[in-house]
């Protein structure tokens, strides 16, 4: 009796959907990684995910890869000056062993991940600061090898806008070439690892797509060992199609293995510092919502259509409920972005990409 009941609601959510277009709804019970032919993962804080066992739940159903959104950072993993806090990225690795789960190394070097240690020692001394790199990463990489799938080595390389390198601590002390060596450090420690470099604004800003993709190339003909580019997609509404699915066939064209590393759509807008977001929604209505979980799909569809099966290393969503996201502290914004309602349950969106990945 109670398959029937339930087969017949499948089919008269079915012919709605046919009649309507409707996605708001299931395909069936199955969770997210089961529509995917490639890993689909969420960005997690080990500590916020074994005190809450909903959020614990959410990432064993639908995720089969996962990454750390802070606890594997340099500030987090060397605090103060020659000692490594290796708690919270052992608790991850753990994790993600006993749940069958893919971790993704994020991230080697950042500007913004950098501690104000290193800063005050690099202020008098560059030497010291270009073999902190080395022993760092290959302290770091090595205690992980075989353990983290994949690590993004450079985060965040590019200026904002445009396609110049970002002046940081590192260009301005260490030049461009840190980033190359980066790659060779992260490359020695462990040899089978996948090598990224992520960044933002890639998908929307043709000028920084541009010089990311004249980066990848005098890294390669340099015989740097980069195996994947990483897309952060923070996404806006009215980003259109056409463009995204430009850049990402763009991206794709280098050969290198493609990750949408940070995937969230927001329906407010932002400069991209910090506190710099417009409220321009204050409220979200079942309208936006369903454009939302339509934009989802079409993210869905352009990775499955213009990205190579061989160069498919995954879609994760960044703090994926709308409880945990970190665009609304960040921008200091009361916005949506995420496939999981602040109740936790899924949202039009959750269902939309889930179509956009069926289909």
Known sequence: MQNTIQMIKTLLFLILALLT???????????????????IGGAIEISQVTKDSALRNIIIRNFNSIT???DMKMYAIAPTDSVYNWEKADSLVDFSQRNDLRLFGHTLVWHSGTPRWVFQKASQDSVWLSNFLKIYIQDYVGRYKGKVAAWDVVNEGLETQGGAYRETLWYNKLGKKYIANAFRYAHEADPDADLFYNDFNLERDTAKLNGVLRMIEELKADEVPITGLGVQMHLRM????????????KMAATGLK?????????FNTHDDSRGGGEQIYSVVTSEMLEQQAQKYEIVAKIYR?????????GITFWDFTDRDTW????????????IFNKELKPKPAYYGFQKGLAE
């Not at 996605?23 to 089961?34: A, F, H, Q, R, T």
């Not at 259509?305 to 290393?313: D, H, I, L, R």
């Open 21 to 39: 277009g409707c996605v708001s709804k299931p395909l069936d019970d199955k969770g997210l990684k089961e529509f995917a032919s490639f890993p």
């Open 68 to 70: 750390a959104t802070s």
């Open 238 to 249: 009215d980003i259109p199609e056409k463009l995204i699915r430009e850049s990402v066939r």
């Open 258 to 266: 493609i990750h949408f590393s940070e995937l969230d759509i927001i």
């Open 305 to 313: 259509e213009e990205v190579p099966k061989e160069q498919q290393f």
């Open 327 to 338: 665009i609304n502290p960040f921008f200091g914004l009361n916005d949506w972005p995420t």
